[in-house]
């Protein structure tokens, strides 16, 4: 079945560093791919997405493209801020079925000052 | 800004024991949904409501799950005999229309069964 592998955590960084959090996908079909966002004690959050081959998402300075080619959807920052410590979650959309989703573990980032 | 709410955030239970959890979504919305991510695990789909009904399922979803929407705001996820297995950290989300891009979610309830 459809499913995400994301790069393990916890990914620590000092801030103003950049950021790569990597994730591939397995898909039968055509998924379209996100990434979401839980802050401490919040829920997760939709952070970005790509709806197909070679779209780019990003939102708050994050940037992710979908590479159909290597099946992947990297996350990537230039410079990340002590606000950007959260857990981060690489998912897709199952088939045609967009409000089933298929989660990654999830890669907790902390930012030092 | 409009958000899912959930409640307890955390509850510990024996085996054995029912659990309710509860989830007040974000008012206008009409799709529900219930996942759950087992500590070091993947968060995954349990089940999605829509006008009433359950309109999908997982496997995990068994006979010892069920979600009601009593009262027309909550909506809530109740476990008849909870195991050891079912220790994870449940999220509740809703959305107005169908689609993963426009579901919102709570910040999740920790269950553990001792």
């Known amino acids: 079945g459809d499913s995400v592998t994301q790069m393990e955590g916890p990914v620590t960084l000092s801030e103003e560093a950049f950021l790569t959090i990597n994730c591939t996908y397995t898909?039968?079909?055509?998924?379209?791919l996100f990434w979401y966002v839980q802050y401490p004690g919040e829920g997760l959050q939709l952070l970005l997405k790509a709806t197909k081959a070679d779209d780019k998402g990003s939102n708050k300075g994050f940037e992710a493209t979908y590479r159909k080619e290597t099946t992947s959807f990297h996350l990537e920052k230039g410079s990340v801020q002590v606000s950007d410590s959260a857990v981060y979650f690489c998912?897709?959309?199952?088939?045609?079925?967009?409000?089933?989703?298929?989660f990654g573990k999830g890669t907790r980032l902390h930012i030092l000052p | 800004e409009p958000e899912v709410t959930q409640t307890p955030s955390h509850q510990v239970t024996q085996m054995g024991q029912e659990v309710i959890l509860h989830c007040v979504p974000i008012?206008?919305?009409?799709?529900f949904y219930w996942y759950r991510q087992i500590l070091g695990q993947k968060v995954e789909f349990l089940v999605s409501f829509y006008n009433n009904e359950i309109s999908e399922k997982s496997e995990i979803f068994d006979d010892q799950f069920s979600v009601e929407r009593p009262d027309g705001s909550n909506f809530t996820l109740k476990i008849r005999s909870t195991k050891l297995e079912d220790s994870a950290m449940y999220f509740c989300a809703s959305s107005a229309v169908s689609g993963a891009n426009v579901l919102t979610f709570g910040a999740g309830s920790r269950l553990t069964v001792l």
């Open positions: 898909a039968t079909g055509y998924p379209s």
């Open positions: 998912a897709l959309s199952e088939g045609n079925r967009d409000d089933k989703i298929i």
């Open positions: 008012s206008n919305h009409l799709y």
